[in-house]
């Protein structure tokens, strides 16, 4: 069993900044990559980016690569998404996760545990 809390959602106007955090607690010893997704009213989940456990390679959708940043420590069981250059289609429910594998991390249903997300809303 694992454990997460998402952290770090709030209200920010376009072109601002803002960083999520996920503290990971329980069995966190199965963990081999942790993800983010996002939600929009009325649609499936989505692929924000990953970054695998043990060396930390990183993956970004196209939508937010070049603007967001994931990173973890990984003795704090902590990831975070580190989000630049904000725009008002970034408002979502973000959600992160956790993955027993290491492949495809793209997939919602590689993960095995999920937070109950951190709503983040851009203004314009």
Do not use: H
Not at 103 to 116: E, F, H, N
């Amino acid at each position: 069993q694992v454990q997460l809390v998402e952290s770090g959602g709030g209200l920010v106007q376009a072109g601002g900044s803002l960083r999520l955090s996920c503290a990971a607690s329980g069995r966190t010893f199965i963990t081999k990559a942790m993800g983010w997704f996002r939600q929009f009213p009325g649609k499936e989940r989505e692929f924000v980016g990953y970054i695998t456990w043990s060396d930390g390679n990183t993956r970004y959708a196209d939508s937010v690569k070049d603007r967001f940043t994931i990173s973890r420590d990984n003795a704090k069981n902590t990831m975070y998404l580190q989000m630049n250059s904000l725009k008002p289609e970034d408002t979502a429910l973000y959600y992160c996760a956790v993955s027993q594998l290491n492949r495809p991390l793209g997939m919602p249903g590689v993960y095995s545990y999920w937070g109950q997300g951190t709503q983040v809303t851009v203004s314009s």
